[in-house]
């Protein structure tokens, strides 16, 4: 981050709204996050990460003055409106909008200007999302806790002006499904889907002018869907095995001339981009599209060959649950509302304020809760300070021999719930463990504002990376909500047009 002295740009005063409550509310808690952001060092942290992100992919170029400082306003932007996002679970196209309508927006992501307003299109906010990785979100929200954590003294008041610093010496713990955004994978609709793709790129590629011989597109997706329909019918009728066999075997047929035509078009396609009106990035996005599928598709026959003919098991972790997110697992959750669900599985830690601690989202199959303790507390302590966690609780998966004796030789109090009754009755005895297990109904409340109000349930990020990193940005909006709303010591809030 550059130490050059920078003139602060005049910025217009707030509008006065009269006689709405919801929206003084909204705005002093605005005021108190953009307060947050600064006091606690957490905009410097993510301003330096993506400073030094970004003049490190250009080592052998020489910036002005005037570009370095540009840079440095676009990470503060992005950073403001990326948590405005994930506090009120917009899209990018919606969000734009938005933030055009709404000066108090406009204030908190710094985009108000006497010159004029230049709000961030859609596009430009996807970027955004995506300015720094996952790592660097667990650094910048580390350093808001740390800063919460931090006691004032006789001289000094705490950093953030907190009545009372959070305390971080008790741990909650607990475990969730991130669900992806795909539809129930069952076996032959994966071919329904792939022809849907294909077609749509095929007829797309001619449209723009390159063309082959073939019967409409659109026909290929009538002819499956109404084997699909077929599918779902004969379920129900006597020779059910029979009739499914014979079904999918005519979507096969399908298929493999969807596959041909598809491959056609898109060979076309990359040897002629040059005759449409598409520039060479766009025709490999539509090619792209295109191979995604037709990779798959040999595999997701196969699937479906071995279940439906062949009428034999496939292993899960050998499943094609969607063509479009393959980073994506079977967890097996055994609960009334969601037996089974389909996504990755999702570790959260919380203070005894509500913020979020740690957390891990798992690529693959997540191990055990009881084989994550020992990691969280280690993660917890390495960022906010050894020796820092006096007491961890969690329901009875996270409760194991090894984690018995490994937090009896970390001298951490063992509130997790014991497995066996004739242990809990006893443990049930202590005062302390019955408050501690009391609070962790509290946990499972703030999983599912995380999810639902943060997150959004699915969470509608494709591929790992994106959504590990969506997480931090909701780790770290919903934290600064959290301790926004949490008392402060005096009047430390400066009115919002005197702010910059």
């Known amino acids: 981050m550059s130490n050059l002295a ?59 003055a005037d570009q370095i400082l540009k840079q440095e306003a676009r990470s503060r932007r992005a950073l403001r409106c990326v948590i405005l996002m994930s506090m009120f679970g917009e899209s990018y196209r919606e969000m ?34 995506k300015i720094v990785d996952a790592s660097v ?21 705490q950093v953030l002006g907190l009545k009372n610093e959070i305390e971080l010496s008790t741990v909650w713990m607990d475990s969730t499904a991130l669900k992806a955004n795909i539809h129930f994978p069952v076996d032959w609709v994966l071919l329904r889907d792939a022809t849907v793709t294909l077609m749509k790129a095929t007829d797309l590629i001619r449209k723009h002018g390159i063309k082959h011989r ?10 499956m869907n109404s084997l699909s329909m077929q599918m779902t019918s004969v ?25 041909q035509h598809a491959l056609r078009h898109r060979d076309l396609l990359e040897k002629g981009w040059q005759e449409t009106d598409w520039s060479e990035a766009q025709a490999a996005q539509v090619i792209g599209r295109i191979d995604n599928v037709i990779s798959q598709l040999p595999e997701a026959i196969k699937q479906g060959h071995e279940r439906i003919i062949g009428n034999r098991k496939v292993k899960n972790s050998e499943k094609i649950l969607s063509l479009y997110e393959s980073e994506v697992d079977v967890i097996v959750r055994g609960k009334a509302s969601a037996e089974i669900e389909f996504g990755n599985s999702l570790l959260l830690a919380e203070q005894k304020q509500g913020l979020i601690v740690d957390w891990k989202l798992h690529q693959q199959s997540a191990p055990n809760d009881s084989n994550q303790v020992q990691e969280c507390v280690e993660r917890v302590e390495a960022s906010q300070g050894k020796g820092v966690v006096e007491a961890v609780v969690g329901d009875r998966q996270f409760e ?19 497995r066996s009754v004739e242990e809990l009755k006893n443990k049930s005895k202590s005062a302390k463990f019955q408050e501690l297990q009391r609070r962790r109904a509290q946990t499972e409340a703030r999983i599912a504002i995380l999810k639902n109000e943060f997150l959004g349930n699915p969470l509608k990020r494709k591929g790992f990376k994106n959504r590990e990193r969506q997480v931090g940005w909701s780790v770290l909006a919903h934290n600064l909500w959290v301790l926004a709303r949490l008392e402060v010591a005096d009047e430390i809030s400066e009115p919002l047009a005197a702010a910059a």
């Open 6 to 64: 920078t003139q602060i740009p005049l910025r217009p005063v707030l509008p006065q709204v009269l006689n709405n409550v919801d929206y003084h509310r909204r705005e002093q808690e605005l005021s108190r996050m953009d307060e947050l952001l600064r006091l606690s060092g957490a905009e410097q942290e993510f301003q330096a990460a993506y400073m030094a992100k970004w003049l490190g992919e250009k080592p052998e170029s020489k910036f002005g």
């Open 96 to 129: 734009s909008v938005r933030l055009a309508e709404c000066p108090l927006y406009q204030w908190f992501c710094e985009l108000d200007h006497l010159g004029g307003i230049m709000v961030p299109s859609k596009s430009e906010l996807g970027r955004f999302v």
């Open 137 to 157: 979100l667990r650094d910048v929200n580390d350093q808001l806790i740390a800063m919460a954590a931090k006691p004032g003294t006789e001289d000094t008041d």
């Open 214 to 223: 073939m019967a409409e597109p659109k026909g290929f997706i009538k002819a």
């Open 235 to 259: 379920r129900r009728k006597p020779d059910s095995k029979r009739s499914r066999k014979k079904v999918f075997r005519s979507m096969k047929k399908v298929i493999q001339t969807v596959k």
């Open 400 to 418: 194991s021999k090894a984690n018995k004796k490994w937090l009896e030789t970390q001298g951490i109090y063992n509130a997790l719930c014991p």
